[in-house]
T-cell receptor
Framework: DGGITQSPKYLFRKEGQNVTLSCEQN?????MYWYRQDPGQGLRLIYY???????QKGDIAEGYSVSREKKESFPLTVTSAQKNPTAFYLC????????????FGPGTRLTVL | GQSLEQPSEVTAVEGAIVQINCTYQ??????LSWYQQHDGGAPTFLSY????GLEETGRFSSFLSRSDSYGYLLLQELQMKDSASYFC??????????FGAGTRLFVKA
């Protein structure tokens, strides 16, 4: 089955620690995205990548970092510099063509203790 | 700044028709998408408009007016399972997409 996976589903972190969220897709999509969603809020773009070894900052990139070494993978690191990291994190991928339909993973709920 | 505005909540009864509006203000614009998200789940794509007019996909239709920077999602023959949040999203260029804050739809029996 083609799809996009994120792990883990739930993640707990102590304040001051970095943590990396995994995102993998086997849809052969060029574009990948990371969004943050807070309760009752929309999706805010953290980073996106149009192609391997290239990525751009979204609207709320401060305190986050990404890499795109493989087409299938786009991990997100939440650093200790992110002041309020507790949120629901969603990864998505798309062909980047036409209607650019984005396919989302199931999300990772990060809680900072 | 760039923003999309949509109502925070809409309530309708089963079998009815409901319209969710979205106005956008972006520095670039290539098209408007709509996504559905059930509580705790991931958003799923519903429709996309690049040109003015109405696009119909089953019970869902979406409309765009580029001159008015306005679009809407129309849901017909509402079912209880349609209770969810609905997001409009603007493609602003270079694969970048900006989402609205979402409209929570409550469908009552």
């Amino acid at each position: 089955d083609g799809g996009i996976t994120q792990s883990p589903k739930y993640l707990f972190r102590k304040e001051g620690q970095n943590v990396t969220l995994s995102c993998e897709q086997n849809l052969n999509h060029d574009a990948m995205y990371w969004y943050r969603q807070d309760p009752g809020q929309g999706l805010r773009l953290i980073y996106y990548s149009q192609i391997v070894n290239d990525f751009q900052k979204g609207d709320i990139a401060e305190g986050y970092s990404v890499s795109r070494e493989k087409k299938e993978s786009f991990p997100l690191t939440v650093t200790s510099a992110q002041k309020n990291p507790t949120a629901f994190y969603l990864c998505a991928s798309s062909t980047g063509q036409g209607k650019n339909e984005q396919f989302f993973g199931p999300g990772t709920r990060l809680t900072v203790l | 700044g760039q923003s999309l505005e949509q109502p925070s909540e809409v309530t309708a009864v089963e079998g009815a028709i409901v319209q969710i509006n979205c106005t956008y203000q972006t520095s670039g614009f290539y098209g408007l998408s709509w996504y559905q998200q059930h509580d705790g789940g991931a958003p799923t794509f519903l429709s996309y408009n690049a040109l003015d007019g109405l696009e119909e996909t089953g019970r869902f239709s979406s409309f765009l007016s580029r001159s008015d920077s306005y679009g809407y999602l129309l849901l017909q023959e509402l079912q209880m399972k349609d209770s969810a949040s609905y997001f409009c999203a603007a493609m602003t260029g270079g694969f970048k997409t900006i989402f609205g804050a979402g409209t929570r739809l409550f469908v009552k029996a």
